[in-house]
Each structure stands twice: as C-alpha cells, then as structure tokens.
C-alpha cells in the first residue's frame, strides 16, 4: 500500500485515486481563528516560497514608481489588480504544489508533473499580464517625463 501523510489518519481510499479522506470531527472556527489561520499561512508561504517574496519585492517597487508617476485612481485600480493577480496566482501555485506533493510524495508521477506544471504557467500568464497592465499604465507617464527632460 502507498504510505503518505495521510495514512495514519486513515487506511480508506477514494476508489481508483489512491487518495485518503479523513473524517476526524472538528470544532468551528470563529472568524478571528480563521483570519489568524490565513494569515499564517501568508506567513508560511513568505517564509517558504522565495519566487513570492520576489514578486512582493516587486510589487513594492511597482507601488514607488506609481507614488513618483503621481498614478490616478483608475491608473492605480488597474496597478493593484496586476499585483494582486499575481500574488494570488503565486499563493494558488503553492497550495497546488503542496497538495500534490502531499498525495504523491517523493515518486516520480507524469500527472503530478503536468499539474504542477499547469499550475506554474498560471503564475506566467498572470505575470505576462501585469507587465501589459504596467506598461500600459506607466509609459504614457514616463514619456511625459521624457519630453518634460529633453525640453520638446
């Protein structure tokens, strides 16, 4: 039989998955249980995924440039969209991975590997599409400051 985390809690799999369920009963959370329980795992993940904090340290970054451009609202609607986009297309990679490695452990599995990897290419489109967001968003604020330079 397959060994996994999750085998200890309990020996019944999901017919034809090799995936175990557990069934233990537990207490509801309050609403502050669960924000501390997501934030946690915020901080997990920063502490953990070093392509996360890249894309925060980023998004930082993208914040100064829009302080100094003097973004509008709508300009800064669409700046915090491409960066929340990403962050949640990163943390949704995480979990999947995670996942997957939680059900496949260390043994090679081409599926696992094809989820991982569709799960990845999320992050790149999500990424691919905060650049467009930024450069439509940001030239037209560094040409004027170009031309503003170059006395034209």
Do not use: Y
Not at 68 to 86: D, H, K, M, N, Q
Not at 127 to 142: D, N, Q
């Amino acid at each position: 039989m397959m060994q996994n985390r999750l085998t200890t809690i309990s020996r019944q799999a999901l017919p034809g998955t090799g995936i175990f369920v557990t069934s233990r009963p537990h207490a509801a959370r309050t609403r502050w249980q669960s924000l501390r329980c997501a934030l946690q795992g915020l901080l997990d993940a920063w502490c953990t995924q070093p392509n996360l904090r890249m894309h925060l340290w980023v998004a930082i970054g993208v914040i100064g440039a829009g302080l100094w451009c003097r973004l509008g609202w709508t300009e800064w609607l669409w700046v915090s969209f491409a960066i929340g986009l990403v962050i949640f297309a990163e943390l949704m990679n995480t979990a999947i991975e995670q996942t997957v490695n939680l059900v496949v452990g260390r043994r090679p599995d081409p599926l696992a590997r094809h989820v991982k990897d569709v799960a990845a290419g999320c992050v790149l489109v999500a990424a691919c599409l905060s650049v467009v967001i930024g450069a439509l968003t940001f030239l037209p604020h560094l040409l004027v400051s170009l031309q503003h330079i170059s006395g034209v």
